[in-house]
């Protein structure tokens, strides 16, 4: 089932989520919608802020359903290692319309569970270390707005306050 994306000003996007306790049906129905939801976006991430849940979840495709084996889904992850630097253009679902080049490292090994409960470590790079940390950010309340400075910024907040006046946002 598609759940709506919150967008930037909704407060769950904006603080810190728990962690997991047990991995319920509840939470394999969150994951399972979390997946339909980031494909029919369609995005290569997706955390369960985003969706106005406050766990620390996310599911991640740089393939975006072209590839099975590259649908990961984390359940209380932590970044155990990260390395380099890479500057490109980022987006965020919770942000849609915007885009700014946001710096990010170039390989990142994120450490949690799989769905099915059982550890799991995965490095990325490029691409999948750049959706790492990000979506390692929405758990923390951090969106890539929060990670710029200066006019940047403030152009991309000027920009919402008005649709948000205006109610198109
Ligand atoms: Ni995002």
Not at 27 to 39: E, H, R
Not at 40 to 54: E, F, R, Y
Not at 128 to 142: N, S, T
Request: some cysteine; overall charge negative.
């Amino acid at each position: 089932m598609i759940r709506p994306i919150l967008r930037y000003g909704e407060q769950p996007l904006h603080e810190p989520a728990p962690p997991v306790g047990e991995i319920t049906g509840d939470i394999q129905q969150l994951i399972d919608d979390m997946i339909d939801t980031m494909y029919a976006a369609p995005g290569i991430g997706l955390a369960a802020p985003q969706v106005g849940v406050a766990l620390r979840i996310f599911v991640a495709d740089v393939s975006i359903g072209r590839n099975p084996a590259d649908l990961l889904t984390f359940i209380n992850p932590d970044v155990v290692e990260r390395g380099g630097v890479q500057r490109e253009d980022e987006g965020c679902l919770s942000v849609p319309g915007f885009n700014a080049t946001v710096s990010r490292a170039s390989r990142v090994v994120v450490k949690g569970l799989a769905r099915d409960g059982r550890e799991q470590v995965v490095e990325g790079t490029g691409l999948l270390a750049r959706c790492f940390e990000h979506e390692m950010d929405h758990l923390d309340g951090a969106l890539f707005v929060d990670r710029l400075r200066g006019l940047q910024k403030d152009l991309i907040l000027r920009r919402i306050k008005k649709l948000s006046r205006t109610g198109q946002w």
